[in-house]
């Protein structure tokens, strides 16, 4: 079985290039959006030569889901990086669509600030957007999705699960063949940012921790406080124990028992 859109994808004019491995999904996807073939997908069986958050190397085991979506758009980086909130809203309707286990009778997938996808604390998925700036000033944007089908990555900082693992017999194919539908549908109501407060609202409806006390290493220091909220711009508001307000618009978030515990890794 290959890689193929759904009837949303096909009639919004969306492509998809298959491979059966590839080093990585953004970075071909990014190569064609500078030349022009937009709006594409980029998926495979395989990645090699992935890249996680902070540079991190990642690579997709042959059975998992690596995927890119590709774009040019004209806002800002800042707002175009709101675009992961699309794709995690995407993946999570497509996953309840074709996967048993998290079908809306059984367990919650929960959207983990600012671009996994973590079911029962354990993460499933992951997304990380690349952007290059074009000669005109617009922007080639990859949306990269990684989901643990048949096996999740081991010797992580941090609990990870799969679809098989959990007892889904969900392939990458189907999975992707929806999830290319259900981007559709949020990315026209992200319409090019103007409808981030939508986006935003449906998201937090969704989100894992959110009014729990969390930790958020930023690289250089850590911050600890309340999950309350994200602001107009995709930010996460941590309440810190002084009472005073931070808008986080980077980090590696921790709950429950980590949030309390450095994390190496």
Do not use: C
């Not at 992951?126 to 999740?152: F, K, M, P, Q, T």
């Amino acid at each position: 079985m290959s890689f193929a859109l759904g009837p949303a994808a096909r009639e919004a004019g969306h492509d998809v290039v298959a491979y059966d491995t590839i080093g990585s999904t953004n970075a071909e996807a990014l190569a064609l959006a500078r030349e022009g073939r937009v709006p594409v997908w980029v998926a495979a069986r395989a990645q090699t030569d992935g890249r996680g958050r902070r540079g991190r190397a990642w690579s997709t085991e042959r059975g998992n889901l690596a995927a890119s979506f590709a774009l040019v758009t004209s806002v800002d980086p800042a707002l175009a990086a709101t675009l992961g909130f699309v794709a995690g809203l995407a993946l999570e309707q497509a996953l309840r669509q074709v996967a048993a286990s998290l079908s809306p009778r059984a367990a919650r997938p929960e959207l983990k600030w600012p671009n996994d996808l973590i079911v029962d604390g354990r993460k499933l998925a992951g997304i990380l957007l690349e952007a290059d700036r074009l000669a005109d000033g617009r922007y080639a944007v990859a949306v990269g999705i990684g989901v643990n089908v048949v096996s999740a990555p081991e010797g992580l900082p941090y609990p990870a699960t799969s679809l098989a693992e959990r007892g889904d017999r969900t392939s990458a194919e189907e999975l992707f063949e929806a999830l290319a539908d259900t981007f559709v549908t949020w990315l026209d109501t992200w319409e090019e940012g103007e409808g981030l407060a939508a986006i935003r609202k449906a998201w937090m409806a969704r989100a894992a921790g959110l009014g729990s006390q969390v930790e958020v290493d930023l690289g250089t220091r850590r911050l600890k406080g309340r999950f309350e909220s994200l602001d107009e711009r995709g930010r996460m508001v941590l309440r810190q124990p002084t009472g005073i307000a931070t808008a986080v618009s980077a980090g590696d978030v921790y709950f429950g028992p980590a949030a309390t515990i450095r994390v190496e890794g």
